[in-house]
């Protein structure tokens, strides 16, 4: 059996979102090795070198040219090769235009059609064009949880018995050795020893200004709230009132942007904050709760989508529209050091419940049962 893999998320230097899930995918499928299946990875250009080794079993294709790859590059030489795979996976919400094979494509979440006003024009129209013909047409959908296959269903239509959920899982090479000390990380970021943390692409999804309306909440309540607010995160789009929020509500000496972080200091930042929050309006999973979990940080989070799923009894919730919740729920969580404790033991339990080598697993078994493995 050959499986056919759209690679390109993987083959980039900084991944996150489906760039992180493409390339955890990618290294679980080559260390599980499983018998009788030879993976084909498509990329547009050449490997880079954190990706696996091309071995017997597992072989690189570059398709040129990269523009129009997915419409025209890719299609064409999947017809005209006399070699096909049995099937073609896309870690994307996009496969193939025309597919000669069963394709089966990840959406990760429906935000653009809950949301359509915090996306760029050019991206929703082809976020919605795009997935939708590569839903109508794929074999199979996986997603990664059941609120998003439940949103799958509500805006497509699709029936329910093609749609696969298969959780994510925690990073286990994040530290790559040992982890820096809170005087490290003051000294290399200029971090203060009391903090709130948040981790997560800058965009208005992310419900990061309002994040930062509640964190003002409490500061101008209390002269004693001594906790500094870190945002971890890349820019995405429509960012700018993002980064002017500070200034608006009058907390830009205790709110401090950190565009990029390597990955082996983030254990750092998640063992040494107060707790994490991520008040966003909707995830397809929300990763970094559970990477807060592995790391002992309590979570602080929403009650909407996929985060329940998530966090399970382990977080905190808070209403993402409700400004003084937020504040309340933050105040809650600082100030007992009881309850903290308590959501750590129960985030240790949370998070064993999810793991990269099992999400590989379950995506296999899927895949084999389209080909009729």
């Known amino acids: 059996m050959i499986i056919g893999i759209d690679g390109n998320e993987a083959n980039v230097g900084t991944k996150v979102g489906i760039g992180q899930y493409a390339s955890e995918l990618l290294k679980q499928f080559y260390t599980l090795k499983p018998k009788d299946i030879q993976f084909r990875v498509y990329l547009k250009s050449e490997p880079q070198e954190h990706l696996p080794t091309a071995s017997d079993n597992w072989q690189y294709t570059v398709i040129k040219p990269p523009k129009f790859w997915t419409q025209f590059g890719l299609p064409l030489h ?15 919400h996009y496969a193939p235009r025309f597919c000669p094979v069963p394709s089966v494509i990840s959406i990760m979440d429906m935000s653009f059609e809950y949301f359509p006003e915090l996306f760029a024009k050019k991206d929703l129209h082809q976020l919605q064009s795009w997935t939708r013909y590569s839903a109508k047409n794929a074999a199979k959908i996986l997603t990664i949880s059941e609120a998003s296959k439940n949103d799958i269903i509500k805006f497509y239509g699709i029936d329910k018995s093609k749609i696969t959920v298969t959780y994510l899982g925690v990073r286990e090479d994040l530290e790559g050795g040992k982890t820096i000390s809170m005087d490290t990380l003051n000294e290399k970021y200029k971090v203060n020893t009391k903090y709130i943390l948040f981790v997560g692409t800058l965009q208005p999804r992310k419900n990061i200004e309002r994040l930062i309306e509640a964190y003002s909440l409490l500061k101008s309540k209390s002269k004693d709230f001594e906790y500094s607010l870190v945002i971890i995160g890349k820019k995405g789009w429509l960012y700018e009132p993002i980064l002017a929020a500070p ?5 830009e000496d205790s709110v401090k942007f950190l565009d990029f972080v390597p990955d082996e200091d983030m254990p ?7 707790c994490y929050v991520l008040p966003s ?13 592995k790391y002992d940080c309590p979570v602080i989070t929403s009650n909407v989508s996929s985060l329940p799923e998530a966090g399970g009894e382990a977080a905190v919730y808070c209403d993402p529209t409700n400004i003084q919740d937020i504040a309340d729920k933050i105040e809650k969580v600082v100030s007992d050091e009881n309850l903290r404790t308590e959501m750590i033991q129960k985030g240790k ?22 080909a009729g493995t």
């Open 247 to 251: 200034k608006k509500y009058n907390v």
């Open 78 to 92: 999947l017809y005209t090769t006399s070699n096909k795979p049995d099937i073609f996976f896309s870690p994307t």
């Open 268 to 274: 750092a930042f998640y063992k040494n904050a107060t």
């Open 349 to 370: 339990e949370q998070r064993k419940k999810f793991s990269w080598e099992k999400t590989a697993k379950q995506t296999l078994e899927a895949l084999q049962e389209v």
């Open 281 to 293: 309006l909707y995830e397809g999973f929300g990763l970094p709760v559970l990477e807060a979990m």
